[in-house]
């Protein structure tokens, strides 16, 4: 049996040749679909779990009159430093002037963990907008303050 196989295959020299590189080439494209699956996968979830580490997050009051910077605004709530003060995520915490009333510092694992924190947010406010940027890759971090503009 085996030998009128061998016969047959090397009959058909060219069919059994290319019959071969359709094996072999299938393979390899299962082969390469996996990894490259694999690769922007890991890629993604290295992106998404570095991005937001540090956060920034913007609460605005709601507009009454005109747009954008030059919007009258109702104040944001009292109970806004409280709830924040409450908030273990938030690192820090500044009121600003220009369009942005107050500017959050957020630290989360995740984006999951973002999603959380900004749901448990809004959902003791009473606030029209908020926005949120995000720290791609942190360039530069110190806590030294320059001294000659101290000494005078």
């Not at 009292?78 to 003060?85: D, G, P």
């Not at 630290?107 to 940027?133: M, Q, T, W």
Request: proline letters at 3%; charged letters at 15%; zero cysteines.
């Amino acid at each position: 049996m085996w030998r009128v196989t061998i016969k047959g295959l090397l009959a058909h020299k060219l069919r059994l040749a290319l019959t071969a590189l359709a094996i072999v080439l299938g393979v390899t494209f299962i082969a390469g679909t996996f990894v490259l699956t694999d690769t922007l996968h890991n890629t993604f979830d290295n992106l998404f779990g570095n991005i937001y580490q540090n956060v920034t997050f913007q609460v605005r009051g709601v507009a009454q009159f005109g747009s954008g910077g030059t919007a009258t605004r109702n104040p944001v709530p009292e109970s806004l430093l409280a709830t924040v003060e409450a908030v273990p995520e938030v690192v820090e915490f500044y009121r600003m002037s220009g369009e942005i009333d107050y500017l959050l510092r957020v630290a989360v694992p995740d984006i999951a963990a973002y999603d959380g924190f900004y749901k448990r947010l809004i959902s003791k406010l009473a606030i029209s907008k908020v926005s949120s940027a995000f720290a791609m890759e942190q360039m530069k971090f110190t806590t030294e303050l320059p001294l000659q503009f101290a000494l005078g």
